[in-house]
């Protein structure tokens, strides 16, 4: 499988979020700060390609019946995981996430490749498949976060980046990077119907340059044909 496309595929033409609509309750929840996006994408990711590449290892003896409950538990186990991981060094990461964390297990991005994907596909592939997608839901939160946070606080990097020395902080405390006073900020969009607002257009934005490329693609057929 051409790796190339699986990653177009994966943070582009077929990104969970913004073309799938998978995973919304979450993305929208929690993308208040760089720093719980960023930790809620990698939670994701590693989660979603360990267990892509597990359904994969065992998808030719798992009974058809019981499926999807043998996924979710595999899904639980990586988890719990790392959710113990997060609990044990990056604490204030865990306590901002909170129940999201454990949410993951009925994450339908998780579900759906485990379905979709890694029961009908090699471990290898599985592999790429979990890694590419992971990095699509992570690039939409990351844009999330940064839109949200600067336009409603005027900051960058909240809870990661400790002002503007733009030192890391693993404990939450990080002030960010400040980009304008607080006060003109649309403090709206750190609410969550700020978070309805910002998917909404990022959704009509990739609509547009997909079909702003599906045209273009269309065109140079008809160019070759004639």
């Not at 113990?84 to 990461?93: K, V």
């Not at 809870?159 to 693993?170: D, E, P, Q, R, W």
């Not at 002030?175 to 006060?183: C, D, K, L, M, T």
Request: contains cysteine.
């Amino acid at each position: 499988m051409n790796r190339k496309q699986q990653l177009f595929e994966g943070v582009i033409t077929n990104n969970p979020v913004l073309v799938q609509q998978i995973g919304l309750c979450a993305t929208m929840a929690i993308s208040t700060t760089l720093f719980n996006g960023l930790g809620m994408g990698l939670s994701v990711l590693i989660i979603l390609t360990c267990c892509n590449v597990v359904v994969a290892a065992i998808r030719k003896i798992i009974p058809e019946q019981v499926r999807l409950a043998i996924f979710v538990v595999v899904i639980a186990g990586f988890v719990t995981i790392v959710d113990l991981l997060l609990q044990a060094f990056i604490p204030a990461l865990s306590d901002a996430l909170g129940v999201f964390i454990p949410l993951i297990v009925v994450n339908c991005i998780i579900i759906g490749r485990a379905e979709a994907f890694s029961s009908k596909n090699s471990v290898k592939d599985s592999l790429f498949d979990g890694i590419f997608q992971g990095l699509g839901y992570t690039a939409v939160l990351i844009a999330m976060c940064l839109i949200r946070e600067l336009l409603g606080s005027g900051t960058i990097g909240g809870g990661l980046l400790n002002g503007a020395s733009s030192f890391i902080t693993l404990d939450g405390t990080g002030a960010g990077i400040r980009i304008f006073p607080q006060e003109y900020a649309a403090g709206i969009l750190v609410l969550p119907f700020g978070g309805f607002l910002t998917l909404g257009f990022l959704y009509a934005l990739m609509q547009h340059l997909l079909s702003k490329g599906a045209k273009k693609k269309d065109a140079k057929e008809k160019e070759v044909q004639e």
